[in-house]
């Protein structure tokens, strides 16, 4: 039997999602009490994607197999009472047998949310504090130029390579926080993306926001296809993972 399951998880401290050698990782915690509410030895659960060090994300999605058929309702509560606080199960529910959480994704979104007002201790781990007013009008204009289908090169990872680097970008905004105007949610929605991608077209945004960069240049560092051309990559805790489309 095969289940999907959101969850959500504050990433402050964790090595990422994807199980590695050493750091503790999301997968590696839900993964061994999955295996002890279950009482088998070994499950394996299959993400949408991974999530890098101290991001956090409101809804990622997994698959796992069961030998046996199970009340959903009840195996969430059995892990909820078993996790560490920071990774809540939102909603397990059986799929099809031939449904993959990776390979079947057809969008996600993810949001990068800053400060650009006085420094805020209580949310410095999921909050970019960057304290410093930044040109949003700008921003916004620079973003407008990432939607659609582009050659992503120049915004992923300055080591990774693979074959294909083209992904869409469906829609992007900026929204400032209805409480606090410097507080500020940067948002993408799209088909694909990339390791880092959308830390590094937040770093480039920042510098547009500065006034070191021009919106228009955004045009320049895609056809430059090379990660040098486009701007520093932003921390990672202002990062979630919203949510995942099938």
């Known amino acids: 039997m095969r289940y999907l399951m959101t969850f ?11 199980k590695q050698p050493k750091g503790k990782t999301i997968q590696e915690e839900i993964e061994k009490v999955l295996g002890k509410v279950q009482g088998e030895k070994k499950i394996d659960i299959h993400a949408s994607g991974r999530t890098d060090a101290h991001v956090h994300a409101l809804a990622q999605k ?5 030998e046996n058929e199970v009340d959903c309702d009840k195996l969430k509560h059995s892990l909820n009472s078993l996790l560490p606080g920071d990774i809540y199960v939102k909603e397990i529910e ?14 996600k979104e ?5 400060n650009l007002g006085e420094y805020d201790p209580i949310e410095r781990n999921y909050v970019y504090q ?3 007013r930044l040109d949003v009008v700008e921003m916004e204009r620079a973003l407008k130029y990432l939607e659609g289908e582009h050659d992503f090169k120049s915004f992923t990872k300055a080591d990774e390579e ?3 680097y083209v992904r869409r970008i469906v829609q992007t905004s900026i929204v400032r926080d209805a409480k606090n105007v410097n507080k500020i949610t940067i948002s993408f929605l799209g088909t694909g993306f990339l390791r880092y991608m959308v830390r590094n077209i937040v770093g480039t945004l920042i510098e547009i926001g500065e006034g070191k960069r021009k919106s ?5 560092i ?6 040098q051309a486009a701007g520093m990559t932003a921390n990672p805790e202002g990062l979630y993972l919203k949510d995942v489309f099938y």
Do not use: S
Request: aromatic share 18%; net charge negative; proline share 2%.
């Open 8 to 18: 959500a998880y504050d990433g402050t401290n964790y090595k990422g999602y994807q």
């Open 62 to 66: 997994a698959h796992f197999d069961l």
């Open 94 to 107: 059986q799929v099809p047998d031939t449904f993959h959480a990776r390979y079947h994704v057809k969008a």
């Open 110 to 114: 993810y949001i990068y949310r800053m």
């Open 130 to 132: 960057y304290n410093r």
């Open 162 to 164: 693979q074959d294909d």
């Open 216 to 220: 228009e240049d955004i045009i320049e």
């Open 222 to 227: 895609l056809n430059a296809k090379d990660r």
